[in-house]
Each structure stands twice: as C-alpha cells, then as structure tokens.
C-alpha cells in the first residue's frame, strides 16, 4: 500500500462495536468490491468495500469477512478469507496478501483462502440462527445495473439458507462510521494536509489563459507525490461562468483573466477523504464584485459552521444556512427584501442562487454514511459548504471546510488551508 501501515487497533474496535450491534447467534458476512473493469481487460481501479475495510482493514479484492461471535468454537468467532495467489497471477499482477499479512492489517487470527469459504461457513450456519449481509444502501447510491460482489453474496445465502433469520450489516455500520475515532481522525488530517499543500502549489500555478486541466495537474500531482491513493473525486475546476454548474468536471476551459476559479477536490488517503472548496482570482486580485460574493460566502461559512455541535439536528443548521445566504443574498442586491418577506416558504426565492445543501458526513465516503435524522455527536465530521451562484455575472462561489465535531462545538481540520483574500492575493502574487 502507498500509504504507511495502519495500527490494527483501529479494526479490532470497529469490530468490536459492531459485533455489540448483533443479534444473538448471528453470523455476519461482508465482502469486497469487485475490480472495475473498462472495455477490455484494462482495469480502472479498485475502491474497496468501505464497510469491509472499517471492520478489516483489508485493502484487497476477493476477500469476504465472517463474523460470528457467539459461535462455539472460538476459532469460528471471526474469520478473513482472502485470496490465494499462484503463479499466474504473480506474473500479471505481482504479490497478494499473505495469510500471515491479513492477520498483521486486521488484527484476525484465523485466515483462510477464499474457496474454503463455503464449506467453513456450512459448518456454522448449522449452529447460528440468522445472517447479517453488507449491502449499499447509501441514501446517494448509483449502481444503477451493476451487480455487486455483495449483491451475489445476497442471493447465493439466501438460496443456500432460506431458513434463517437475515438482517441488514449496514443498519450497523450506519449508525457507526459516523463517529470518528481518534486514528481516522488522524488520517484525515493527512489527506487534508495534503489537499492544503495542493491548494498552495494551486494558488502559485495559476495565471490568465492556463487551461483548467493544467491545475487539476497540480492537485494529481501533489496527492500522487504525498502516498494519496486518489482523488476523494473527479476534482471540479471551474473558472468563470462554469463554477456555476454544481458538478461541472470536465475541466477543459481556459481561465480567462479577471474570472474567478472555484476549486471543489478531495484527496482520498489511507481511503480516509478530505473534501474542500476554495475560491480565487485567475490573475491574483479578486475583482470588486468578486470580493463582495467571496465574503458574504465567506461570513455564511464562519457563521454557519458555529451551528455545527453536539445536539444540533441537521436539518435545523440547513435551515440557519439558508437564512444566512438569504440575508447575504438581499446585502447582494440579488434579492429584494420585500419579496422575500412574502415569499411562499416552500419555494423560497434563495434557491435561484444557491441551491444545494452545505453539510455532509465524510470519511471513509467522501458522502459518508449517517442518519440525517440523528443530532450531531462528539466524534462526527462534516463538511460545511455555503455557496452562491451568479451565472448572469459569470460568478459560482463555495467556500468548504471539514470540521471536527468536539464536546466543546467543532474544530476545523481544515484551519489552515488559505481562505482570507488577503492570503489567497499574497500567495498568487509572491
Ligand atoms: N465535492 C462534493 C461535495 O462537496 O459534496
Ligand atoms: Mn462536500
Ligand atoms: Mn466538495
């Protein structure tokens, strides 16, 4: 793996919260995401199964995870099966995990190779009572045909053992990877230290009539050298009237003196993500209007974040957030007080201009997993993100941090990315 070894505590806890979830007598199993494949037989990368990472640490594919604590026999109480390698596939693709290694990443004393998995689990379905099965139930999933590895997982159990009790793994671990421990916390600092140092190769890259592209080279280039796997995702340039496309990433478009560039990126580390945005001038000095919309941008950020603390329910923070744009809004001139004042509440006239929501869970999804129906807790990290969207004037702006959730309120992991236009000016033109 690129990134440094990762201390096995971390899974064995995860796995201990998670076993404390289970009903009694019952057997989870979590497999790994399938290898994408383009056309051919050229592969586009790997991105494990997020849950079976949080609870092995195993960063491999064809590997299936078996839990079942109240098992007789204790070497039953958990067992990693991961693939066998053999020549061939030494000679294509080089060394897999040894079964001495998996035990070394997770923390699990018995591994096994992943064709006993059906005849070890055989022996234990006979004692256990009902199964627990990982599925995607991500509020933003997208897989649209694509069967997944634990989609299979599912019909094969089901037809094998359509007697027993099956329950939902990601009930659990919905409810668990919202709350960061203290090594997560630690490697997302990482990927946001890094995405700090790309910004600032960035800020120092751009000037008029560089392409898009040429500084998503800078932010490939910086994760790449710092032992980043990948971008948290397709990192979003947007110069000019194109930041006012909420998910423009074709980064094709030349940056045109006096625009202004919003740069939406992530780096995944460790597959732990960081997930920020930054505005700035293409030639180093926002224009007038650009600073009035950077900062009421930026004072909905300041102020919105505050809201970010245990007991506070997202949907009440979303509904502070609008009202703070709505205010910078009418500041703008883009709103009429008036009409604001009489507005129908269920179409509120903000939308026009800002028009998504500016908090999410991140970790190991850059959109994690979490109840948006649960106060926020000690130990959660969400994004803040405040933005407004002038296309008639050729200005998108998003400010986004990532912030810790403490006992005391939140600290901003993101703290010293620049954000002051004094800094941004100064760093473009020094
Ligand atoms: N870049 C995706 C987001 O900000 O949520
Ligand atoms: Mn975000
Ligand atoms: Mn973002």
């Known amino acids: 793996m690129r990134y440094e070894s990762i201390p096995n505590n ?99 004393q018995r591994v096994a190779w992943i064709q006993d998995f059906e005849m070890a689990l055989q022996y234990m379905a006979f004692e256990a009572d009902g199964f627990y099965l990982g599925h995607n139930e991500h509020l933003k999933r997208v897989t649209k045909d694509q069967e997944t590895q634990q989609d299979r997982m599912i019909q094969w159990c089901k037809e094998k053992y359509p007697l027993h009790d099956y329950y939902r793994a990601a009930k659990i671990t919905r409810d668990l990877r919202p709350i960061k421990s203290e090594e997560e916390i630690l490697l997302m600092q990482k990927a946001v230290n890094i995405s700090i140092e790309s910004f600032k190769r960035v800020l120092k890259t751009c000037k008029p009539d560089i392409k898009e592209y040429e500084l998503e080279a800078e932010l490939t280039y910086n994760l790449i050298k710092s032992g980043a796997t990948r971008h948290a995702f397709k990192p979003i340039v947007a110069s000019g009237i194109n930041a006012c496309a909420l998910h423009y990433n074709t980064n094709d478009a030349i940056c045109k003196d006096d625009d202004m560039i919003l740069l939406d990126f992530g780096v995944c580390y460790a597959n732990y993500n960081s997930d920020t945005t930054r505005c700035f001038p293409v030639n180093g000095k926002f224009t007038k209007r650009q600073k009035e919309v950077y900062l009421s941008v930026l004072y909905c950020l300041k102020e919105g974040s505050k809201l970010l603390k245990p007991g506070v329910l997202p949907v009440d923070y979303e509904k502070s957030m609008a009202t703070l744009v709505e205010n910078e809004l009418i500041k703008l001139g883009l709103l009429n007080a008036r009409e604001v004042a009489d507005q129908d509440p269920k179409k509120p006239l903000y939308k026009k201009y800002f028009m998504h929501g500016t908090a999410h869970h991140i970790g190991l999804d850059v959109h994690d997993v979490g109840l948006y129906s649960r106060a926020l807790e000690a130990g959660m990290v969400l994004t803040c993100e405040p933005g407004i969207y002038i296309p008639e004037e050729g200005i998108g702006c998003r400010l986004e941090n990532d912030y810790l959730i403490t006992t005391q309120g939140n600290i901003n992991l993101t703290e010293a990315m620049p954000i002051e236009i004094k800094e941004i000016e100064a760093l473009m033109n020094n």
């Open 10 to 108: 971390i899974f064995q806890n995860n796995r201990k919260n998670f076993i404390s979830k289970m009903e009694p007598n019952t057997i989870a199993i979590i497999t790994s995401n399938d290898v994408k494949h383009n056309n051919a037989d050229d592969v586009m990368g790997f991105a494990q199964n997020n849950d079976l990472f949080y609870l092995s640490g195993i960063d491999q594919e064809d590997t299936i995870l078996v839990l079942y604590p109240d098992a007789y026999k204790e070497e039953n109480r958990a067992i990693l099966f991961v693939k066998e390698t053999n020549e061939q596939i030494k000679i294509w693709d080089g060394e897999k995990l040894t079964k001495e290694q998996a035990t070394e990443v997770s923390g699990i």
